[in-house]
Structure formats: C-alpha cells, structure tokens
C-alpha cells in the first residue's frame, strides 16, 4: 500500500504534521482497548496492579508497554513493514510506541531506562529482509526519549526456526542459546523494543540473557501483545 508524502498511512488524508505517518483520528483506533497488567500486558482486572498470573508465576521483565493487541489496522502495518520490505513505515510505528510510553509514564509512572535494545535477528535472516524492524524503531525512540541505544548490544549467534508456527514449549527450545550479550550493563535499567510480543518467549530469553549480564531491570516495549 504507498501513499503519497503527507497522508495518512490509514485514511490517506492529509497530515498536519506530515512526519508524524498516521492522523490523530487513527491514532484513536489504534490503542489498547481493556485493562492489561501493567508487567505482562494480557487482559487483567486492574492496569494498575500485577495479575493473579504475575503473582503465581512473574515473566523474567518487570514491565511491558504495548500499543494494541494484534489487530488490524496496526498488525497490517506491521506486516508490510516485516514482509513487503516497507522501512519508511517504522518512524510512524516508533511514534505510536512513544505515545504509548508517555501515556504510561503519565498513568503508571513508567520510569525510563537508562538503555534500550533491539531484537536481533541472525545474519541471514536481517540480509534477505535488508533492515531490522526493531532496530528501525529503537532508533528514533532512543532520540526522543534521551535514552541510550547501541544496536551491537546483542546479537544473534545461531538461526532458528520460525516462532509463526510453534508450540510456546517449542519457541523456548527454539531460542536456548540464541543470543548473545556484547557489552556490559552493570546496573543498568533496561528496556527490550520489539514489534510483537505473543507468548514472550523471545524477550523472556533476552531478559534473562541482560539480567545475568548485570541489568539491574528489563522493561518490554512493544507495538502488539497478543491477548
């Protein structure tokens, strides 16, 4: 789907601000629409306070931000974004996420990280796409937030099979080992930046992958959770 400069990459009308990508109209469709936990971002009685499931049995990071669940329109921005090779969709991602950040730095009191990091993808993989969605959208999130961003932080060592299609037993076997941590973060508070978050088995590895490395917390930020 292209749009000319300055429309809106929903509605295709005219943008305000043309680099903002999305209008505000859409930007109301485009959010949250039920209470989540604020540390696992499923559906939750209070987005205040943990859930019952994070009381029992906690995930490895502390907090996650989304934007929406995975639904039309943004999971199809996002899929053009990954498969139809669209990286000029990422800034007007990136900023839906800074909205949703800001929104819980005002609702939740999010406290901001000292650094943020992407998901790597294996060598091959991020060649025959040319980009790293994650990357793309850390970028410009580091900018306007003033947080620290070094995309060789992690990389990935091995290639696996695609998470699309298994098990949650069998992604986390599928991604044992697959990381890599590069430099220190002694004390560091952290937050991961990804585009979807479904089971949590990928940035569950690379939280445990930054906490053995010294992080002091991991928060997720992500464009969907699935619910």
């Avoid at 995930?59 to 934007?67: N, S």
């Avoid at 650094?115 to 994650?134: A, C, E, K, M, T």
């Avoid at 069998?170 to 430099?183: G, H, Q, T, V």
Wanted: aromatic share 6%.
């Amino acid at each position: 789907m292209l749009t000319a400069p300055g429309l809106c990459w929903l509605c295709r009308m005219p943008l305000a601000l043309p680099r903002s990508g999305i209008c505000s109209i859409c930007r109301r469709t485009v959010r949250l629409t039920e209470s989540v936990c604020p540390q696992c971002g499923l559906p939750a009685a209070s987005p205040l306070l943990p859930c019952g499931r994070c009381l029992q049995k906690p995930p490895p990071w502390q907090r996650l931000v989304a934007v929406s669940a995975y639904a039309p329109p943004l999971s199809t921005l996002i899929h053009q974004l990954k498969f139809s090779r669209r990286p000029e969709l990422a800034a007007a991602l990136a900023r839906l996420q800074l909205l949703a950040i800001l929104d819980a730095r005002r609702t939740t009191r999010l406290v901001l990280p000292d650094r943020i990091v992407s998901v790597p993808l294996y060598s091959r993989r991020q060649w025959q796409r040319g980009f790293n969605q994650s990357d793309l959208l850390c970028r410009p999130l580091a900018r306007w937030l003033g947080c620290r961003y070094a995309s060789n932080t992690l990389t990935r060592i091995r290639p696996a099979l695609t998470q699309h299609f298994l098990s949650a037993r069998r992604r986390r076997s599928n991604l044992k080992n697959a990381f890599r941590l590069e430099l220190p973060l002694d004390g560091l508070h952290m937050a991961i930046v990804d585009d979807v978050v479904t089971t949590g088995s990928t940035v569950a590895e690379i939280t445990r992958l930054l906490l053995q490395g010294g992080a002091a917390t991991v928060q997720v930020w992500c464009l969907c959770r699935t619910l």
